[in-house]
């Protein structure tokens, strides 16, 4: 790298060659004022604040878009520099409201800032004053144009950071404004309510709007914590003042997103202080839920858990842990189960989402997880994404991949429902949903056909390749495309571009995991990687999408039902051992019952208890009458959860969790990250953190749990757990460490798999094509799929008054030749109705579903989409076919 030496201030600095001059004032902590300036957006030089004087330059430049050059002169605040800023300022403030009092952005405020630091009054340029109307109509953003100094930055973070650009400039000179095309409110554009905008305005143009009055900068108290929604693990601060939380805003330093954010995590965090909100414990008595105190429920649940064990045998009860809670918490209740109760029934919701990929990757890879990194995806060169939404389920990833495309990246979608991604894809495979490893397997065939295999990766790394051979010869192209749907020419095309280049991306979630073939659907998408040598590098791999926060760290902490934390084998004697020393307890050597099983088990009475942490079977599970009968078949159903939810009401105990604000912890994101959950608010009401109740629960049972805190239990989880070794809370800070991290010194691991593979060689696995279980037929005509939605996160955000009154109702998706043959209108509330139960749904009438498809998310409990949803699993991992069943539509009679 070559180096400038220049001289800025009478001072002799070294910059590397390519810096402006307002990066190299940084690098030596010279201030430069800048209104318009972001470092992660290009610099244009609007607001001219920065200009600096050069030696040898005729006017003042702007310094953010000046390069350094050799032997340059530079003077930053000279009385010629600091004069003209001041005049800039004074023609800024000139226009200005200056109700600085009662704005919102006082104390925080970069022109108020600069304003006081020059002298600045506003009395030199008087003038004309708008009056334009405040847009107020949407429940997140208060947009105030008449504070706008017009920096640009909120246009430039929509356009480069979100890849969405919603905003722009309008009009001319004084009129000129910042706003949705035909300066549309927020609410009437196609603003997605990321909140970007609101994070780089330097004035009170841009504020949340449920904030405004509720604090003031220096009354905050700022605790950056980790988001609890989905996967990606974003970082932000929750703002508290008098020990409450008021609102939310970005942390620039944030390793997984920077300052951009999505509508719920940016948005949805009142739903903290909803009234639904548990706040003491619950007891079943004459039928009803009664509040007690904690001695009474805890000493309740002890007794029956002891009579129940002693009566039955310890495996007639299970536990449900829970993706929502910290790896600790996670950590504390499979111990609990295994050393206190003594049975290793204990699963979670990865049995319903990802569970196909920890058994599928671990079988072709040896581990179960992202072979990759999130800040990877912004320099891809092709990205494939199968069976995954990003822009509205990872919506931060989805940004990157946009930034990826904005820089010429290739991308590839397969996907039945035209999402927004297929819209800006080099191609889209609109297969038949449910035939995902014949579209695979397909393009593989093309791949060998056409010698674009990397022979040298898989005669080095991989085996079984000739078995893998064989089977893919049976899926010629014109074969795959009748099974499909998808044009030959398009599964060549996409053959093409995935093969040829140096290196690929895939990313895929529950689109490929929740079928009755998710297992093999995951190995084949191993299988394509491995063919072209795509795994064990950068800006490559396999990225399973996971669904919630901390899913990854849930299963990675050993709540599943054959493996202990670390995924080290309940059945290996070796590792019972050392768990067994551990916990000083003999431990069941068999396999656990899975979650889909449990509730079979309960209607049979081989199960007659269940402990329940944080999770809704009755509203997540498939087939929710089924799972609905087995929860009332119990002996005794404890529930422990941040709010009443429907199978909380089920329940003949409730505990009353802390809300991830209100505890200290970790959690794990799909990038295999640990990171920090700090805790910002005492737990609300009589509410306790789950950790501390399992462990009274525990010490109740005559198994002390001596260390809880959750840094103690991180510490006993990394002595035991391989992959975790080298993880301590002090180590974590704000910037987390991927696994695996094997001790102390140990930076983490970006890139799995570049060496050798955890198994040793990848293991190439012939699958062949099989169908969904229920495909529609004449009685049940309409294929239904499920997923998510940009603006809620399952059922948990409709606690949050801000996303609820934003995207309050079911809109099931049907395609418009559907709708105009069955008479529908847009907006129609209709009955669905499946061979497991029916329910009733307003549509939606678009072409972004096919014709024969219904689409529903799962978001809202008044209308609750696993009543129809298919109880049939996945051979390996028990997920279910959430997204193929068949069911019928009929107008509801008036």
């Not at 795994?535 to 054959?562: F, H, I, T």
Request: with cysteine; charged share 20%; glycine share 8%.
């Amino acid at each position: 790298m070559e180096w400038f030496s220049l001289k800025i201030d009478g001072r002799e600095v070294s910059v590397p060659k390519g810096k402006t001059v307002l990066e190299a004032c940084r690098m030596h902590d010279i201030p430069i004022p800048t209104l318009c300036h972001n470092p992660e957006l290009t610099s244009v030089g609007a607001c001219r604040l920065c200009i600096v004087q050069i030696e040898g330059m005729r006017n003042l430049p702007p310094s953010c878009v000046t390069q350094v050059a050799q032997g340059m002169v530079v003077e930053t605040r000279n009385s010629k520099v600091r004069a003209a800023r001041k005049t800039i300022l004074e023609l800024l403030v000139a226009n200005h409201p200056l109700n600085c009092m009662t704005c919102q952005k006082m104390g925080s405020c970069a022109l108020a800032e600069y304003a006081y630091e020059y002298g600045v009054t506003g009395k030199p340029y008087q003038g004309e004053h708008r009056n334009l109307p405040a847009d107020d109509e949407n429940p997140f953003i208060l947009r105030d144009p008449n504070k706008c100094i017009l920096c640009g930055k909120c246009i430039r973070v929509c356009d480069e950071i979100q890849g969405r650009s919603v905003l722009d400039f309008s009009f001319r000179g004084f009129d000129t404004q910042v706003g949705p095309a035909f300066n549309l409110p927020y609410h009437e554009s196609d603003c997605v309510f990321c909140g970007s905008c609101v994070s780089v305005c330097p004035v009170g143009a841009l504020t949340e709007k449920k904030m405004v009055g509720k604090g003031r900068s220096w009354e905050v108290k700022k605790v950056q914590t980790t988001c609890p929604f989905c996967g990606t693990g974003c970082n932000f601060d929750l703002n508290v003042k008098d020990e409450k939380v008021i609102s939310v805003t970005s942390n620039p330093k944030a390793p997984v997103n920077g300052k951009a954010l999505c509508v719920k995590g940016r948005f949805g965090m009142d739903m903290i202080y909803n009234p639904n909100r548990l706040t003491t414990p619950l007891i079943r008595k004459d039928g009803v839920l009664v509040p007690a105190e904690w001695d009474e429920a805890l000493d309740l649940v002890a007794t029956k858990f002891r009579e129940i064990k002693d009566t039955y045998g310890a495996n007639a009860l299970a536990a449900l842990s829970s993706a929502h809670c910290t790896n600790e918490e996670n950590y504390l209740m499979q111990k609990f189960m295994r050393a206190v109760i003594g049975t290793n029934n204990i699963d979670h919701c990865a049995r319903v989402c990802h569970a196909p990929t920890v058994a599928g990757l671990a079988v072709s890879f040896g581990s179960g997880a992202s072979t990759n990194s999130f800040d990877e995806i912004p320099d891809a060169k092709v990205m494939f994404v199968i069976g995954a939404n990003p822009t509205e389920a990872h919506p931060i990833v989805g940004t990157k991949m946009k930034q990826a495309l904005a820089k010429g990246a290739k991308l590839i979608v397969a996907d039945p429902r035209q999402i927004e991604l297929a819209e800006c894809s080099d191609l889209w495979l609109r297969l038949r949903p449910g035939t995902d490893v014949a579209l695979i397997n397909g393009i593989m065939n093309i791949i060998l056909a056409n010698g674009w295999e990397d022979r040298k990766f898989i005669e080095e790394r991989t085996e079984e390749f000739e078995h893998f051979r064989e089977n893919v010869q049976q899926y010629p192209p014109e074969i795959v495309s009748q099974i499909t749907g998808v044009p030959v020419n398009q599964l060549v095309e996409a053959a093409r571009i995935y093969a040829t280049a140096e290196r690929a991306m895939i990313f895929y979630t529950l689109g490929i995991t929740e079928h009755t073939t998710g297992t093999d659907n995951v190995m084949s998408l191993a299988n394509l990687a491995m063919l072209t040598g795509n795994v064990g590098k950068e800006n490559s791999g396999v990225n399973p999408l996971r669904g919630q926060n901390n899913v990854q760290g849930s299963c990675d902490m050993g709540a599943l039902p054959g493996d202990y934390p670390g995924y080290q084998k309940v059945v290996n004697p070796e590792v019972r051992m050392k768990f067994e020393e551990a916990w000083g307890v003999p431990l069941d050597p068999n396999i656990g019952i899975m979650l889909p099983d449990m509730f079979a088990a309960a209607i049979s009475k081989n199960l007659r208890a269940m402990y329940v942490m944080g999770e809704d079977p009755v509203i997540t599970d498939a087939d929710a009458n089924h799972v609905r009968k087995g929860l009332e078949s119990l002996d005794f159903l404890v529930v422990q959860d941040i709010f009443m939810s429907e199978t909380a009401k089920l329940a003949d105990v409730v505990f009353p969790g802390a809300s991830f604000a209100e505890k200290t912890g970790t959690f794990t994101n799909a990038e295999r990250r640990v990171q920090m959950v700090n805790q910002a608010i005492k737990p609300i009401g009589n509410a306790k953190t789950d950790g501390e109740i399992i462990a009274e629960l525990a010490n109740r049972m005559g198994y002390p749990f001596s260390c809880f805190s959750p840094e103690q239990v991180m510490q006993e989880a990394a002595n035991l757990t391989p992959l975790y070794a080298g993880i301590t809370h002090s180590r974590l800070g704000t910037q987390g460490l991927q696994w695996p991290v094997p001790n102390t010194e140990h930076p983490g691991s970006k890139v799995l798999h570049q060496e050798t593979f955890s198994r040793g060689k990848g293991l190439f696995k012939a699958i062949a094509f099989q169908e969904a279980n229920e495909l529609p037929d004449e009685e049940y005509p309409f294929l239904l799929n499920t997923g998510r939605k940009l603006s809620h996160y399952n059922v948990f955000t409709q606690n949050s008054e801000a996303l609820e009154s934003y995207s309050p109702e079911e809109l099931a998706e049907i395609n418009p030749l559907d709708a105009k043959r069955l008479g529908f209108q847009e907006g129609e509330r209709v009955k669905v109705t499946s061979r497991r139960g029916g329910l009733e749904t307003k549509i939606r009438i678009t072409e972004r579903v096919p014709s024969g498809m219904l689409f529903m998310t799962f978001h809202y409990t008044e209308t609750p989409t696993n009543v129809l949803t298919n109880g049939a699993s996945d051979k390996v991992s028990k997920t279910y076919e959430y997204k193929a069943c068949g069911v019928q539509i009929t107008k509801i009679a008036n």
